[in-house]
């Protein structure tokens, strides 16, 4: 093989898997938005299982770290064996499939890293989160401050920037409220900033 296709072939290879963590990111991030706008703890099953967690982790942001790596990913697991059992019957299984999901399964882990200190996540994954490989804690701090209300996706530090500066969330829900009526949830610490201000 010449220099020059093995080049191609590696720069291939690279550009497939930064395609993956992108789409994997945009995934992540669709969910979450669901959850933080329209899911209510209320609701069967899921409500317990996802909101309730998901809103504790907005009034305690370090709460879930305690959490091990099977229950902040359990159900990702499930759903993703679906997902590839599903695409394997099909004719559909590829690598770039199982590389989004494994993405997605893990997603839970690499947001716990966006709220652990230098010390607790130790030199290599500091370097990941530094070199901007996945989400840092500085990128993620945006979720958590102001309104609550942007940068959902938390793998990677690239889909962001472009899906807020898209206006894609509040395109979203601007849809979802002219074909439905519904409003999306506020956060309820912006609510009672919000109570407090008036
Ligand atoms: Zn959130
Ligand atoms: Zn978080």
Same mark, same amino acid.
């Given at each position: 093989m010449s220099p020059l296709i093995l080049s191609l072939a590696v720069l291939r290879i690279i550009w497939r898997v930064t395609l993956c963590f992108l789409i994997a990111d945009l995934i992540v991030g669709l969910v979450h938005w669901l959850e933080d706008g329209y899911g209510s703890?209320? #609701?069967?099953?899921i409500g317990a299982a996802v909101i309730a967690p998901n809103l504790l982790h907005h009034a305690q942001?370090? &709460?879930?770290? &305690?959490? @091990?790596w099977w229950r902040s990913a359990d159900l990702q697991v499930v759903a993703g064996a679906l997902i590839l059992g599903t695409a394997a019957l099909v004719g559909w299984f590829s690598a770039e499939l199982l590389l989004i999901v494994v993405l997605v399964v893990n997603a839970n882990e690499i947001h716990k890293w966006a709220h652990r200190t230098r010390t607790e996540n130790g030199r290599l994954i500091t370097f990941l989160q530094e070199w901007k490989l996945i989400q840092g804690r500085a990128h993620h701090g945006r979720h958590h401050g102001?309104?609550?209300? @942007?940068?959902?996706? @938390?793998?990677? &530090? #690239?889909v962001n920037p472009l899906v807020e500066r898209v206006g894609l969330w509040r395109g979203l829900e601007r849809l979802i409220t002219r074909l439905t009526g519904t409003l999306p949830r506020i956060d309820p610490a912006v609510l009672a900033r919000r109570a407090r201000a008036v």
């Open positions: 703890p209320d #609701w069967p099953l942001p370090r &709460a879930f770290l &305690a959490k @091990s102001g309104e609550r209300n @942007s940068h959902y996706c @938390s793998v990677t &530090a #690239w």
